[in-house]
Nanobody
Framework: QVQLVESGGGLVQPGGSLRLSCAAS????????MSWYRQAPGTQREFVAT???????NYADSVKGRFTISRDNAKNTTYLQMNSLKPEDTAVYYC???????????????WGQGTQVTVSS
């Protein structure tokens, strides 16, 4: 059984910062890509950032220069550092991890439970 546990969301004023964490636990061989998505009320879930196993990163245009994704392979954890937050960044943030469980013949996508980020004065 594989689990993703997210933390770090909350309420922050415009211009502030937050750091989200997502830790993978369970039985798996290795983690490939680790990503973050977000979903605001009444909208579809959208891509935010991703980091490959080789630490190549990619970002949505809306967060480039403000958000930084990283990973700690020893801890099976990915982080999303969010700076210069704007009200339009308000959403539930989900981590997504592509990994190879020990009980499956191929890699599988897993989702975290989501963490609320609210940017408001």
């Amino acid at each position: 059984q594989v689990q993703l546990v997210e933390s770090g969301g909350g309420l922050v004023q415009p211009g502030g910062s937050l750091r989200l964490s997502c830790a993978a636990s369970g039985s798996f061989f290795s983690i490939n890509a680790m990503s973050w998505y977000r979903q605001a009320p009444g909208t579809q879930r959208e891509f935010v950032a991703t980091i490959t196993k080789g630490t190549i990163t990619n970002y949505a245009d809306s967060v480039k220069g403000r958000f930084t994704i990283s990973r700690d392979n020893a801890k099976n954890t990915t982080y999303l550092q969010m700076n210069s937050l704007k009200p339009e960044d308000t959403a539930v943030y989900y981590c997504n991890v592509l990994l190879r469980p020990t009980v499956a013949p191929q890699a599988v996508n897993y989702w975290g439970q989501g963490t609320q980020v609210t940017v408001s004065s």
